[in-house]
């Protein structure tokens, strides 16, 4: 083992850079979403007249080869995360314009461009990389410097959120928004430019509000559920109180009959349905030991860079998390947000993969060991 610890080989040298807790937590965690789709997505296929084990075998080859991304990408220096944001960014951004051009439309928006008979959903992979581009405009030391960042970093988002408005989506734009957000706070700009921010989102919000019909819909069903259809909340809601603390059983669960979302969107009310409250408790688990786990090793971060970069990529996974399960507990609106590695998609996984990859690149203690 010693002899191992001092060799020189660039494999062995990753090895000890590497948080590998974390890159276990991922991997269980992605382990999970498999067994969760598995489950999930077996009623979900009769509904789209496909084998019973499509979705599953789908998510299968979407986990391995997203592992595979995100382990090569840890691979990189700070600034070849840098550079791969940005160069991420300016194809991501093309293809949120070809969405207006060749997109598909499903439900009314136009979001996903076919590639090769695969559907991509450009704006999943602009997440990641306006973050590393936000990091980079306000990571400079002089306070004058930093200003200019803030004021091209808010063209920047202005740039990007409002053709995802116009797609329509809504809960995007406002996931993007929220981090680019908790990225200059982090950055330690005074509060009186955050001030005219706040009210910037607020008029954005209230602005969707009036002019865009699901907006509004989503809002006064979250708002006045009484008043409105809410059949799928109610059924999650429903599926997590009837699973209890130990659950139905695996392949038990009635939700997923009920609901064309069970392996996406309410993929954690059927994992709860079918496996108890304590595994849902544990998945939270995970990630919360995640995010806190990154924020503790990024703290004395002395990069700018660096540390804004982690700090807003944290902020994506966070949001993740917290409104994919919000929304089954009728907390928040529903949104299409997916919970990581466990709900179906490939844009979604993959573009999960360039986050979590970017986050342990990041955190990868370089040139000491641990």
């Not at 509000?209 to 409105?228: A, K, Q, S």
């Not at 949104?335 to 986050?359: E, Q, R």
């Amino acid at each position: 083992m010693s002899v191992f610890r001092q060799s020189r080989h660039p494999i062995v040298k990753w090895w000890w850079e590497m948080d590998r807790m974390s890159v276990a937590i991922i991997l269980i965690i992605m382990l999970t979403g498999a067994v969760a789709v598995t489950t999930t997505s077996v009623a979900v296929a009769k509904t789209y007249n496909v084998g019973p084990y499509y979705f599953a075998l789908r998510h299968y080859l979407f986990l391995v080869l997203a592992a595979c991304l995100m382990l090569a990408m840890t691979g990189l220096k700070p600034n070849g995360v840098r550079r791969f944001g940005f160069m991420l960014f300016a194809v991501g951004y093309i293809g949120l314009l070809l969405t207006f051009v060749i997109g598909v439309e499903v439900k009314g928006a136009r979001r996903w461009i076919d590639i090769a008979g695969q559907s991509v959903q450009p704006t999943e992979f602009l997440k990641p990389a306006l973050i590393v581009l936000t990091a980079a405009l306000l990571a400079h030391e002089q306070r004058a410097r930093r200003f200019w960042g803030f004021v091209v970093s808010i063209g920047v988002v202005a740039a990007v959120g409002f053709p995802v408005l116009a797609q329509p989506n809504f809960g995007m734009a406002l996931a993007m928004g929220t981090v680019w957000f908790a990225q200059v706070f982090m950055a330690g700009l005074p509060l009186l430019w955050l001030a005219p921010l706040v009210a910037g989102g607020l008029c954005v919000i209230a602005g969707s509000y009036m002019l865009l019909p699901h907006v509004r819909d989503r809002m006064e069903r979250f708002l006045n559920p009484e008043g409105n259809d809410t059949y799928q909340v109610d059924r999650a809601t429903d599926a997590i109180m009837s699973g209890h603390l130990w659950g139905r059983g695996a392949g038990e669960g009635v939700v997923k009959h009920q609901l064309p979302d069970a392996h996406t969107d309410f993929v954690f009310a059927a994992v709860v349905e079918e496996f108890g409250i304590i595994v849902g408790l544990a998945i939270m688990m995970l990630f919360l030991t995640l995010v806190l786990r990154g924020f503790s090793r990024v703290v004395q971060q002395e990069d700018r860079f660096v540390l804004l970069s982690v700090g807003g990529l944290l902020t994506l996974i966070s949001l993740h998390v917290c409104v994919n399960v919000g929304v089954s507990l009728r907390l928040v609106p529903t949104t299409g947000m997916t919970l990581p590695f466990i709900s179906y998609g490939g844009s979604s996984t993959f573009a999960m993969a360039i986050v979590f990859g970017m986050l342990l690149a990041l955190l990868r203690k370089q040139g000491r060991r641990f």
